[in-house]
């Protein structure tokens, strides 16, 4: 089946810990992109990749760092930097050609112990 | 700064109730908008609109979008239990990569 995976469902991190959320789509999109989805919130941009070897940063970055190595995989790093992570991440992608729709993954929710 | 915000924040209906869910944007080279729903996790796409007046249906849901004031409304006639779910609005500008800004969501509890 096509589609977006996301691991783990569930990440806890301690304090000063990096931790990586995965996010691998076989639909052979190009454009990728991770959200961050705060209680009560809609989701906020924090980077998007159009092609592989090649990202940009969303509106707040800031605290996350991603690669994109291979077109099916947009790993999310969430460093030490980033105060506050505790949220549900959401992975999306999208074929690049005009007004195409984005698609979700299922999302991981990440705790800080 | 592209903006999207959504009415009401939350409401709650009965079942064959008719509720109606606003979306505005202020966003720069506006290309699309469009409405998801969101139940427990991942958003599911409903509707993406382009043109101005032209309404979009599916089942009990509908959509129609106004470029010249900047919003859409999403309609959900007879409603469900099953159409409780966040629902949220998001517009796409003509910025690289098909970047969207989504609006903060309408929380709809449809009590039976």
């Known amino acids: 089946d096509g589609g977006i995976t996301q691991s783990p469902k569930y990440l806890f991190r301690k304090e000063g810990q990096n931790v990586t959320l995965s996010c691998e789509q076989n639909l052979n999109h190009d454009a990728m992109y991770w959200y961050r989805q705060d209680p009560g919130q809609g989701l906020r941009l924090i980077y998007y990749s159009q092609i592989v070897n090649d990202f940009q940063k969303g509106d707040i970055a800031e605290g996350y760092s991603v690669s994109r190595e291979k077109k099916e995989s947009f790993p999310l790093t969430v460093t030490s930097a980033q105060k506050n992570p505790t949220a549900f991440y959401l992975c999306?992608?999208?074929?690049?050609?005009?007004?195409?729709?984005?698609?979700f993954g299922p999302g991981t929710r990440l705790l800080v112990l | 700064e592209d903006k999207v915000v959504q009415s009401p924040l939350s409401l709650v209906v009965h079942e064959g109730d008719t509720v109606t869910l606003n979306c505005s944007y202020e966003v720069t080279n506006f290309r699309s908008l469009l409405w998801y729903k969101q139940e427990k996790k991942a958003p599911t796409f409903l509707f993406m609109l382009?043109?101005?007046?032209i309404e979009k249906k599916s089942g009990r849901l509908s959509s129609i979008l106004d470029k010249k004031e900047l919003f859409s409304i999403l309609n959900i006639t007879a409603t469900q239990t099953g159409d409780s779910a966040v629902y949220l609005c998001?517009?796409?500008?003509?910025?690289?990569?098909?970047?969207?800004?989504f609006g903060g969501g309408t929380r709809v509890l449809v009590k039976p």
């Open positions: 382009t043109s101005s007046g």
């Open positions: 998001a517009v796409e500008a003509t910025a690289a990569g098909n970047k969207l800004t």
């Open positions: 999306a992608s999208s074929r690049q050609t005009l007004q195409e729709t984005q698609y």
